[in-house]
């Protein structure tokens, strides 16, 4: 018994010293085994849970993996993925597309989808060490931005991209860091985006005759989805607040990624108020701003009160009166002492 037990403690400083994880994956992380291959028949796309693989993908294969995951199901979005070009054959001297990185799409088809939004790796002439990235959206097969090119990254460095959709708005972030704070790579605020997408295709090949000896290798890896949280904005009458400095509309509704912290603030018109988060509890501030972390679905109101101003009037006369009192009794008190000294004056 003894000897078992022994046997186990050395195994595991053992793995520990060997910075062997216990915890696999991650489950917040989307699963690459629950997307579906397509005409894989040179076996170039490999995945695991947390990563899709793409391995000597010539670039006119035609294969790619998806994943249903409903209609408009990606309206308002936030995405986090990592991913590396391990190596690059980029062959003769023209630049061309070299494989597909990460697609919405409202079809699942080769290619470029009708109605996508798209991010691929280019090729930089015949540079086998550097290639670029283009993001693009499609409406039908008509674009409605392209940034070609907006970014040059090196085969063989871990990348950390980040891609987002608030209403009719789309951008593009690559970090160098894990942490994502040292960008390399962003396309800027690019618009004219009003499609929802069903299909996420990720590890694509280009389906085109062109260079077919041209391929590459890398992955995909860490796929994760920042799940919008909708919060409605209310007032009842006789007041107007702002939401992150922005003067809102009753009923307005606006998306926020999970642990977003979103500024409620009174016009300076209307002092009087109070604020009510309504999720499956409630929370009330007189503060101005006041701080809300959006962690679920949420409705916010701002009721504008006559009552709470007839407190605050309250309040005031309660301090003046308050006053009033001690400067009354203080003047009483002086009088006596004062009034003291003049009878013996007299
Ligand atoms: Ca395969
Ligand atoms: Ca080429």
Not at 217 to 234: D, E, H, Q, R
Not at 249 to 260: L, Q
Request: hydrophobic content about 40%; some cysteine; overall charge negative.
């Amino acid at each position: 018994m003894r000897v078992r037990v022994l046997i186990l403690l050395f195994s595991l400083i053992g793995l520990t010293l060997m910075n062997v994880p216990f915890v696999v994956a991650s489950p917040s992380y989307e699963d690459f085994t629950s997307f579906t291959e397509i005409g894989d028949t040179g076996d170039m796309l490999f995945q695991n849970v947390t990563h899709a693989n793409w391995t000597y993908l010539d670039r006119n294969y035609d294969t790619w993996i998806y994943k249903d995951y409903g209609v408009d199901y990606f309206g308002d979005f936030e995405h986090l993925f990592d991913f590396e070009v391990t190596e690059l054959e980029a062959g003769d001297g023209d630049a061309r597309l070299s494989v597909y990185l990460h697609i919405l799409a409202k079809t699942n088809v080769a290619s470029n989808p009708a109605d996508a939004l798209i991010l691929f790796v280019a090729q930089i002439g015949s540079n086998d060490v550097q290639f670029q990235l283009t993001f693009f959206q499609l409406k039908g097969s008509v674009s409605q931005f392209s940034s070609s090119g907006f970014c040059t990254l090196d085969v063989g460095t871990k990348y950390y991209a980040e891609i987002f959709r608030n209403g009719t708005t789309c951008r593009c972030i690559i970090y160098s860091d894990a942490e994502r704070t040292v960008v390399v790579g962003d396309t800027g605020d690019q618009t004219g985006v009003s499609d929802s997408y069903r299909y996420l295709q990720a590890t694509k090949g280009i389906d085109s005759s062109n260079d077919p000896d041209d391929w590459s290798s890398g992955y995909v890896t860490n796929l994760y989805f920042i799940v919008p949280y909708y919060v409605t904005f209310c007032f009842n009458e006789g007041g107007l607040f702002r939401v992150d400095n922005a003067t809102v509309s009753n009923g307005t509704v606006k998306p926020y990624p999970n642990g977003t912290v979103v500024e409620l603030a009174s016009l300076p018109q209307n002092s009087s108020y109070i604020w009510l988060n309504f999720t499956w509890d409630s929370s009330s501030a007189l503060t101005n701003p006041y701080d809300l972390v959006v962690t679920s679905n949420a409705t916010v109101w701002c009721y504008f009160s006559v009552l709470e101003a007839a407190s605050a009037l309250e309040s005031y006369f309660l301090a003046f009166g308050f006053v009033m009192f001690t400067v009354a009794a203080a003047i009483f008190i002086l009088r006596r002492k004062n009034g003291g000294d003049e009878i013996n004056v007299r």
